[in-house]
């Protein structure tokens, strides 16, 4: 089975302007959750979705949003960029049958985001 | 709310010989999963083992090992007879609808 695949895989991006993040699941996973990665802050969970609903959120300001796609895939998306936001973002996936972070979850090798 | 503490920034290992690498958690819950994923020079996580709250048996894949100690909130890694393939950041994670890390822990392997 193919593996995580997350697109694109470097981004540059500016102060104010806005990004949009890609995940595709692997097959037959219908959960997809998101993670930001920086130095400071580690590992943080942004939030989660399961048949096109977000079943789960971090801790996150409202400038971060996602949406799941009927075929799994989901996408992140992040208005009004701050040098903050420069980080590694990592999608990752499960099956979806049990609760929120019951299942093993599956990293795609994430997205790095650089923001000037 | 449930936080995830690795108490070892670096740590090194000669090869072939053994490491512990330490984690404890915090959490009121009964119910929960516990995770370490290793993260190589390359940043994908990867899955190393799993251990379910309610299993008193400790996991083991290979040559990775858990020691789980419920009543101490603690879920140490051993990693037998280390490769120079192992050198990597091991990250903790506890879950129960609440996906928490620890800092990560930088493992060194020695020739």
């Known amino acids: 089975k193919a593996g995580v695949t997350q697109t694109p895989r470097y981004l540059i991006k500016t102060r104010g302007q806005q990004v949009t993040l890609s995940c595709s699941p692997i097959s037959g996973h219908r959960s997809v959750s998101w993670y930001q990665q920086t130095p400071g802050q580690g590992l943080q969970f942004l939030f989660e979705y399961f048949s096109e609903t977000q079943r789960n959120k971090g801790n996150f300001p409202g400038r971060f949003s996602g949406r799941q796609f009927s075929n799994s895939r989901s996408e992140m998306n992040v208005s009004t960029l701050e040098l903050g936001d420069s980080a590694l973002y990592l999608c990752?996936?499960?099956?979806?049958?049990?609760?929120?972070?019951?299942?093993?979850?599956?990293f795609g090798p994430g997205t790095r985001l650089l923001v000037l | 709310a449930q936080t995830v503490t690795q108490s070892q920034p670096e740590m090194s290992v000669q090869e072939a010989e053994t490491v512990t690498l330490s984690c404890t958690y915090d959490t009121s819950e009964s119910d929960y999963y516990l995770f370490w994923y290793k993260q190589p020079p390359s940043r994908q996580m990867i899955l190393v083992i799993r251990q379910e709250a309610y299993k008193q048996q400790n996991a083991t894949e290979n040559r990775f090992s858990v020691n789980f100690q419920k009543a101490a909130k603690s879920f140490s890694l051993k990693i037998s007879d280390s490769q120079l393939g192992d050198a990597a950041m091991y990250f903790c994670a506890y879950n129960n609808n609440d996906m928490r890390f620890g800092a990560g822990t930088r493992l060194t392997v020695k020739p």
């Open positions: 990752a996936s499960s099956l979806g049958r049990g609760g929120t972070f019951q299942e093993t979850q599956y």
